[in-house]
C-alpha cells in the first residue's frame, strides 16, 4: 500500500520484487494458520507424520502462488478499468510469479519449523511467556476462541444432522457405465486410458518422441489417479483432461483459442479436484464424507480452488522456462492474464463439485457397482 503512495515501485529499484517476496510468504503462513484455526487441517503442534508436514509445505506453496496470482490480475484490472498506467509485460509478470514461489517456499519452511520445534499456533499470552502463568497447552485452555465464528454462522441455517442422516442414495447406473468389468478394464474410464496408451505407441511409431513423452505422462498420471480409486466422476474429469491435452497437441487442435480454453479450464479443474483428494488419502484434510459444516467447507472451497491455480501458475513458469526449447510461439500479457483468469475459474468450479459432494455425504472412494446397480 505505501509502495503505491510514496510511488516507491517507480523510485526503489528492486522494491517490486521485495512485495513479490514478502507478500506471499506472510499471507501463505496466514491462510494455513486459520485452516489450523478452522480445524481444517490438523494443527501440526500436536504429532504430526511426514505426510502431514510434507501437505502443509504443498498447500502453503499453492496459497503463495494464488496470492500472487490474483494480484497479477488486478494489475491487469487496474490499468484496464482505472487507467492507473502501471508496467506489466509478460516477462514482467512472470518475473513476478517466480518471486512468489520464491517468498512462499520459505513460508512453508517457517512453518515447518514451527510447528516442528512443538510451538503453538495460536497467541500465547505474554505472562505465559515471562514465565509468570503456565503455558496453555491449547485453545481450550484459554477460554474463547476467536476464530470459532464458523460454528456461530452454521447455526444460522437449518441443522444438517449427523453424517450418515445427510447422505443422499448414489444415482442408479447402467452396468456399463458402473463398471466393475473386469480387472484391467473395469469401466469406461479405462477405454480413455487404453486412447492415451494408443497415442503413446502411434507417437513412438512415428518417432514422434515429444508427443509420445506427453501422452506416456498423462496415462501415468491417469494410472495413480485410478490406483487411488477416485469416485468415477473425478476419476473421468482427470483421464479426459490428460486426453485434451494429448490429442489437442497431437492433432493440432490446440492451436485453436477455443479448444485450448477448454482444454485449460477442463484440466485446473480435475487438478484442484485430484490434488485435495490427495490430501484427502494421506489424511492431511478431513474426509469429505465426514461430518463437515460451513467454515469446513469454506476451507475446502479455498485450498482446493489455490492447489488447482497454482499449479496453473507453476505451468505458466515452466512455459517461459522453456518457450526457446519447445520453439513456442511469444506470449502476451493479456494471453497470460487470460490463462490465469482461466484458471482460477476453472478451479473454483472443481473445488465447488467437491463441496456439492461433500454436501451430498458422498464417500471420496469410488463405490462398487454393486450399489450403483438396480438388482435384476
Not at 501415468?220 to 494429448?246: H, I, K
Request: net charge negative; hydrophobic share 50%.
Amino acid at each position: 500500500m505505501w509502495g503505491n503512495v510514496l510511488a516507491l515501485f517507480d523510485h526503489v529499484y528492486g522494491y517490486d520484487k521485495v512485495v513479490h517476496f514478502m507478500l506471499p510468504c506472510g499471507t501463505a503462513m496466514l491462510l494455513y494458520i486459520t485452516l489450523f484455526h478452522l480445524r481444517v487441517v490438523p494443527d501440526l503442534s500436536e504429532d504430526a507424520g511426514l505426510h502431514d508436514r510434507v501437505a502443509m509445505v504443498l498447500v502453503t506453496l499453492a496459497f503463495g502462488l494464488t496470492v500472487g496470482g490474483i494480484f497479477e490480475m488486478w494489475e491487469w484490472f487496474s490499468n484496464t478499468v482505472f487507467g492507473t498506467e502501471m508496467f506489466v509485460t509478460y516477462g514482467d509478470s512472470v518475473g513476478d510469479l517466480i518471486d512468489d514461489l520464491l517468498g512462499a517456499l520459505p513460508g512453508g519452511a517457517i512453518l515447518l519449523l514451527w510447528t516442528g520445534r512443538g510451538w503453538s499456533t495460536w497467541r500465547t499470552p505474554g505472562a505465559a511467556l515471562r514465565g509468570v502463568e503456565p503455558m496453555p497447552t491449547g485453545p481450550p485452555d484459554r477460554g474463547a476462541d476467536g476464530l470459532r465464528f464458523g460454528d456461530a454462522l452454521a447455526r444460522l441455517r437449518p441443522p444438517s444432522g449427523h453424517a450418515h442422516e445427510r447422505v443422499r442414495p448414489y444415482p442408479v447406473l447402467p452396468r456399463w457405465l458402473a463398471g466393475d468389468w473386469g480387472r484391467i478394464v473395469r469401466d469406461p474410464v479405462d477405454l480413455i486410458r487404453l486412447g492415451l496408451l494408443a497415442g503413446a505407441l502411434a507417437s513412438v511409431v512415428a518417432a514422434e518422441w515429444g508427443h509420445a513423452a506427453r501422452f506416456a505422462a498423462g496415462l501415468g498420471l491417469s494410472v495413480l489417479v485410478r490406483a487411488g480409486e477416485a469416485p468415477r466422476p473425478f476419476d473421468a474429469l482427470f483421464a479426459l483432461a490428460m486426453s485434451f491435452l494429448a490429442w489437442g497437441a497431437l492433432l493440432g487442435a490446440d492451436a485453436d483459442a477455443g479448444y485450448a480454453t477448454a482444454a485449460r479450464a477442463v484440466t485446473s479443474m480435475a487438478v484442484a479436484v485430484m490434488l485435495y483428494l490427495l490430501l484427502v488419502r494421506v489424511r492431511a484434510v478431513p474426509d469429505l464424507a465426514g461430518k463437515s459444516d460451513i467454515h469446513e467447507r469454506t476451507g475446502i472451497l479455498l485450498t482446493a480452488t489455490s492447489l488447482g491455480f497454482g499449479v496453473g501458475m507453476l505451468y505458466e513458469i515452466v512455459v517461459w522456462a522453456t518457450r526457446d526449447l519447445l520453439d513456442a510461439g511469444a506470449t502476451t500479457f493479456e494471453e497470460l492474464i487470460a490463462h490465469m483468469a482461466i484458471g482460477f475459474a476453472a478451479s473454483a468450479v472443481g473445488a465447488a463439485l467437491l463441496v456439492v459432494w461433500d454436501r451430498a455425504g458422498w464417500e471420496t472412494r469410488r463405490v462398487p457397482a454393486a450399489r450403483l446397480v438396480r438388482p435384476a
